[in-house]
């Protein structure tokens, strides 16, 4: 090896990539030593693109980076193995899926290799190939086998190819969760290292608490740590003075869950309560995380992955109750629930589903979100807000791009537009009816969606709506995801908004009912699918609650026929305003109920 190379190399161990591939490239371009400089530039471009993912470098430089590397040396499994991590996280799956094949071959830690391939096999919805996979891992690492198994367990199509197939995907569900619980050799390390929830199921609209409480067992029997109690917990007494509450959340920033708690920390009585914001990753810096970091009695930043060190940080904070926001959105919130470490514990509707977690305590909802059955609907005790308007002081959503038009969206004037701005993991296939009989019912009726982030969920849920309806392949639009100015102009410029069933939008609904559109809802019998039911009780707009899918198209059609109803409709919304937005009344009943709980704890 020349002496250049050898200096490269110099280069390389002391991280210095950039001047390592400058020797390289020259050394090729002079045609010395070309192999060994090839060999070298492909590790300088792995080298580099390690050191940009760890400083939080767009994505595309880091792909290109990959891709000239593989091209140099096609058969390193490091470069192979990162591209198809990375292609993974960017959304392309399949293509993701060919890169992690070709890296199983080669992969020095097999494990890792085919934790990655099964990740990618279920994100593109191959189940089949994503369970021998998982099966395979847990021979592989007996000592995980709780985590693969589990996530085995859990696989069933994001979209169902009909209302049948969901049923029988979820019955297969609970076999596979029977069938784990009764086994005596599940073990878990780090469950964080490969996680799974209960996320996709709540979409089902139906009551998951056996399931969730089978799911939270299984992990608290393969990884006892995860139910860690804090040494100050037990025997703590009421609280004297303000009651300090830890809200503990991913996404306290200008996201679902950060929207709907934002008032809480700006309003909340602050000569009774002491609100510490506890962020589980970096945040945006965007006005809504700088107004509840502003707001926040304190804010602890919890870094890295680390379950034992953020328990021990939150417990030394010593916090009369923990509020957690949405549990089982992601992984940290879900294990860190799994432990006691505060005196109550509690969750809400940030993601509206029961969790299973024995060391939960209440769950917090609303009389208009209930029924009479709810109380079985849940592992935790029911505990029921009395807000005679909005649960939740929510801001009123604004900013909408006024410049743009029907025309902007290459929709007509006279088009009767019906937008369901859900994402598509949220079309059940009892939207299908829905859209079908609005279509057949009005000759005028366009449908409007939103285009997916991952390009197979729309394959699939365009493929279950047109199946057998290919006639209405034109009049069923999806719109490329927009900015949040143009996507409020589009609901603003909607004649009426299609609520999901039987997922309900809840920020969804409030932004249409902020541009003044009319959002037409059936009423179920879980939370999640009654957020319009409750939004519309608060405001006594009964008459676009629907009783019957028929009586569903029946609203939508007539409100976008009839512009003198549809009018009234958005005036008596507009009217309704201020129960739905900037309410600071749904903060003190937020307050009687954490008054009334602090210190009634199992421990004591």
């Known amino acids: 090896m020349s002496k250049r190379l050898q200096r490269a190399r110099e280069l390389l161990a002391q991280r210095q990539f950039d001047e390592a591939q400058a020797i390289c490239r020259t050394e090729i371009k002079l045609r010395r030593d070309v192999p060994a400089a090839r060999k070298l530039l492909a590790v300088a471009l792995y080298g580099h693109s390690v050191q940009l993912l760890a400083h939080g470098e767009f994505h595309a430089d880091v792909e290109a980076l990959l891709r000239e590397a593989l091209g140099l040396d096609p058969d390193n499994p490091d470069a192979l193995n990162n591209l198809g991590a990375l292609l993974l996280k960017t959304n392309r799956p399949r293509e993701a899926v060919a890169m992690l094949e070709r890296n199983l071959r080669?992969?020095?830690?097999?494990?890792?290799?085919?934790?990655?391939?099964?990740?990618?096999?279920?994100?593109?919805?191959?189940?089949?190939?994503?369970?021998?996979?998982?099966?395979?891992?847990?021979?592989?690492?007996?000592?995980?086998?709780?985590?693969?198994?589990?996530?085995?367990?859990?696989?069933?199509?994001?979209?169902?190819?009909?209302?049948?197939?969901?049923?029988?995907?979820?019955?297969?569900?609970?076999?596979?969760?029977?069938?784990?619980?009764?086994?005596?050799?599940?073990?878990?390390?780090?469950?964080?290292?490969?996680?799974?929830?209960?996320?996709?199921?709540?979409?089902?609209?139906?009551?998951?608490?056996?399931?969730?409480?089978?799911?939270?067992?299984?992990?608290?029997?393969?990884?006892?740590?995860?139910?860690w109690q804090a040494s100050?917990?037990?025997?703590?007494?009421?609280?004297?003075?303000?009651?300090?509450?830890?809200?503990?959340?991913?996404?306290?920033?200008?996201?679902?869950?950060?929207?709907?708690?934002?008032?809480?920390?700006?309003?909340?009585?602050?000569?009774?309560?002491?609100?510490?914001?506890?962020?589980?990753?970096?945040?945006?810096?965007?006005?809504?995380?700088?107004?509840?970091?502003?707001?926040?009695?304190?804010?602890?930043?919890?870094?890295?992955?680390?379950?034992?060190?953020?328990?021990?940080?939150?417990?030394?904070?010593?916090?009369?109750?923990?509020?957690?926001?949405?549990?089982?959105?992601?992984?940290?919130?879900?294990?860190?629930?799994?432990?006691?470490?505060?005196?109550?514990?509690?969750?809400?509707?940030?993601?509206?589903?029961?969790?299973?977690?024995?060391?939960i305590d209440y769950f917090l909802s609303w009389e208009n979100f209930e029924t009479a059955d709810s109380p079985a609907h849940y592992s935790e005790r029911l505990l029921l807000s009395q807000a005679t308007g909005n649960v939740a002081c929510y801001r009123r959503p604004a900013g909408e791009d006024r410049t743009l038009t029907r025309a902007s969206f290459d929709f007509a004037e006279d088009d009767h537009l019906y937008c369901c701005a859900q994402q598509a993991y949220k079309l059940m296939p009892a939207m299908d009816s829905l859209f079908d009989d609005v279509l057949r019912q009005d000759p005028r009726a366009v449908i409007v969606l939103f285009e997916p982030l991952q390009t197979y969920l729309r394959e699939a849920v365009e493929n279950r709506l047109l199946k057998n309806r290919p006639q209405l392949a034109g009049r069923i639009r999806f719109l490329p995801m927009q900015g949040y100015a143009a996507y409020l102009r589009v609901l603003q410029l909607s004649d009426v908004v299609l609520d999901s069933v039987p997922f309900n939008g809840y920020n969804t609904t409030l932004d249409a009912l902020a541009m003044g559109t009319p959002v037409v809802t059936l009423a179920g019998k879980t939370l999640r699918d009654r957020f319009g039911f409750g939004l519309y009780k608060a405001i006594e707009l009964d008459e676009l609650i629907a009783a019957s899918e028929a009586g569903y198209v029946g609203l939508a059609v007539r409100l976008a026929s009839d512009a003198a109803f549809r009018a009234s409709c958005r005036n008596r919304i507009a009217a309704g305003g201020d129960r739905l937005f900037d309410d600071i009344s749904a903060v003190r009943e937020m307050e009687r109920l954490m008054a009334g709980i602090a210190g009634k704890h199992p421990l004591a």
Request: proline share 6%; glycine share 6%; charged share 20%.
């Open 106 to 227: 080669l992969a020095r830690d097999g494990v890792a290799a085919l934790e990655n391939l099964a990740l990618a096999q279920q994100e593109c919805g191959d189940l089949e190939a994503a369970s021998a996979s998982l099966k395979q891992l847990a021979e592989l690492a007996p000592a995980d086998n709780a985590l693969y198994l589990l996530r085995e367990a859990l696989l069933f199509p994001v979209v169902p190819e009909s209302t049948e197939a969901l049923l029988a995907a979820r019955e297969l569900v609970s076999r596979k969760l029977a069938a784990l619980l009764a086994r005596d050799d599940l073990r878990a390390g780090d469950p964080l290292r490969f996680p799974s929830t209960y996320f996709p199921l709540t979409y089902h609209g139906l009551p998951n608490a056996d399931i969730n409480r089978a799911i939270a067992q299984i992990y608290a029997r393969a990884c006892p740590s995860l139910t």
């Open 232 to 359: 100050q917990v037990a025997g703590r007494q009421a609280p004297h003075g303000r009651i300090k509450v830890g809200i503990v959340s991913a996404f306290l920033h200008d996201h679902s869950v950060g929207k709907v708690c934002a008032g809480l920390f700006e309003y909340c009585d602050r000569s009774r309560f002491e609100l510490v914001a506890i962020r589980l990753q970096p945040a945006p810096d965007d006005a809504v995380a700088r107004a509840i970091d502003g707001a926040a009695a304190g804010v602890l930043r919890l870094a890295g992955r680390d379950l034992p060190s953020a328990r021990e940080a939150i417990a030394a904070l010593r916090p009369d109750i923990l509020f957690y926001q949405d549990i089982g959105m992601e992984p940290m919130s879900y294990f860190l629930a799994m432990a006691r470490l505060a005196p109550v514990q509690v969750t809400w509707f940030g993601h509206p589903d029961t969790t299973g977690i024995a060391n």
